[in-house]
């Protein structure tokens, strides 16, 4: 059973920056496209960002279009999501999750098999 770890998490204020980070306890992880979603309270939850198994695609969500870059190290089991000029509406609880494709990134939830236990960001005004 693969585990997924999430940190970085924190309090920061609106136009500051954080890097979240995404350990999984076994490198099968390293084939399977991974992607960053987040919850806010009274919200549903929302695809953020993806990136493909070996990093060439990415994708992300218009909210953060611009502002978060997603990358992974394969080699550290880890996927990263560097969030810059945060807003108060980026509050969320942020969770990564595992694909079921390689290189395709989807937004759709179904087609995550694994998912960590989140992270909260909280961006004050």
């Known amino acids: 059973q693969v585990q997924l770890v999430e940190s970085g998490g924190g309090l920061v204020q609106a136009g500051g920056s954080l890097k979240l980070s995404c350990t999984a306890s076994?490198?099968?992880?390293?084939?399977?496209?991974m992607a960053w979603f987040r919850q806010a309270p009274g919200k549903e939850r929302e695809f953020v960002a993806g990136?493909?198994?070996?990093?060439?695609?990415?994708k992300y969500a218009d909210s953060v279009q611009g502002r978060f870059t997603t990358s992974r190290d394969n080699a550290k089991n880890t996927m990263y999501l560097q969030m810059n000029s945060l807003k108060p509406e980026d509050t969320a609880v942020y969770y990564c999750?595992?694909?079921?494709?390689?290189?395709?990134?989807?937004?759709?939830?179904?087609?995550?098999?694994?998912w960590g236990q989140g992270t909260q960001v909280t961006v004050s005004s």
């Open positions: 999750a595992v694909s079921k494709y390689r290189t395709q990134v989807v937004a759709f939830q179904n087609d995550y098999t694994y």
């Open positions: 076994e490198r099968t992880v390293g084939a399977y496209a």
């Open positions: 990136i493909s198994w070996a990093g060439g695609i990415t």
